[in-house]
Nanobody, 124 residues
Framework: QVQLVESGGGLVQAGGSLRLSCTAS????????LGWFRQAPGKERDFVAQINWSGGMTYYVDSVKGRFTISRDNVKNTVYLSMNSLKPEDTAVYYC?????????????????WGQGTQVTVSS
């Protein structure tokens, strides 16, 4: 069992930066791929980024490439999402997720464990 707790969300002006953190409990943290998803009001929960178990491979949705960076610290059991040049369209609840190494990293069904989410609001 893995429990995930996100933090670091908040209100920021367009062009600003935030860093989200997601800390996990459980001894098998390092064996999971970790992802970030986001859900805007009235919309589906969409893939944002994923990092593999070692941190050696990362994937991003096109709309955040060059602005967001996903990283992980397996000693601290934490995954991060550094967000720069934020835009109003980045406003959403951001969720971290942990899953196996197989499957399509863009799909919610690939992930077994989910955090409760943290709100990010970008004002224009």
């Amino acid at each position: 069992q893995v429990q995930l707790v996100e933090s670091g969300g908040g209100l920021v002006q367009a062009g600003g930066s935030l860093r989200l953190s997601c800390t996990a409990s459980g001894r098998t943290f390092s064996s999971y791929a970790l992802g970030w998803f986001r859900q805007a009001p009235g919309k589906e929960r969409d893939f944002v980024a994923q990092i593999n178990w070692s941190g050696g491979m990362t994937y991003y949705v096109d709309s955040v490439k060059g602005r967001f960076t996903i990283s992980r610290d397996n000693v601290k059991n934490t995954v991060y999402l550094s967000m720069n040049s934020l835009k109003p369209e980045d406003t959403a609840v951001y969720y971290c997720a942990a899953g196996g190494t197989g499957g399509d990293y863009r799909l919610k069904s690939t992930y077994t464990y989910w955090g409760q989410g943290t709100q990010v609001t970008v004002s224009s």
